[in-house]
Nanobody, 125 residues
Framework: QVQLVESGGGLVQAGGSLRLSCAAS????????MAWFRQAPGKEREFVAG????????DYVDSVKARFTISRDNAKNTVYLQMNTPKPEDTAIYYC??????????????????WGQGTQVTVSS
């Protein structure tokens, strides 16, 4: 059983920056692949960024490459999403997700078992 709690969302101006955090409790975040998803009004939930349990491997949806950075600190059981120069189209509820990987240190865009409640990110012009 893993509980995920997102924080750091809010209102940000386009061109600014924001950092989301996802704190994991219960089973250790170690050996868990982690990811950020988002869902905008009227749109399907989409994968944004993922990171393997060691942090060596990452994956990003094309629309956020070069702007967003996913990272993790396993000692703190926390995953981050650094959002640089966000755009209005980045406005969405952002969800943290996790899946146990065991020895498999890679990133996937599907198959996540645990989800946080989400944090709202609103980017204004």
């Amino acid at each position: 059983q893993v509980q995920l709690v997102e924080s750091g969302g809010g209102l940000v101006q386009a061109g600014g920056s924001l950092r989301l955090s996802c704190a994991a409790s219960g089973r250790s975040a170690s050996r868990y692949g982690m990811a950020w998803f988002r869902q905008a009004p009227g749109k399907e939930r989409e994968f944004v960024a993922g990171i393997s349990w060691s942090g060596v491997n990452t994956d990003y949806v094309d629309s956020v490459k070069a702007r967003f950075t996913i990272s993790r600190d396993n000692a703190k059981n926390t995953v981050y999403l650094q959002m640089n120069t966000p755009k209005p189209e980045d406005t969405a509820i952002y969800y943290c997700a996790a899946v146990f990987r065991g020895s498999m240190n890679y990133v996937t865009r599907t198959g996540y078992d645990y989800w946080g409640q989400g944090t709202q990110v609103t980017v204004s012009s």
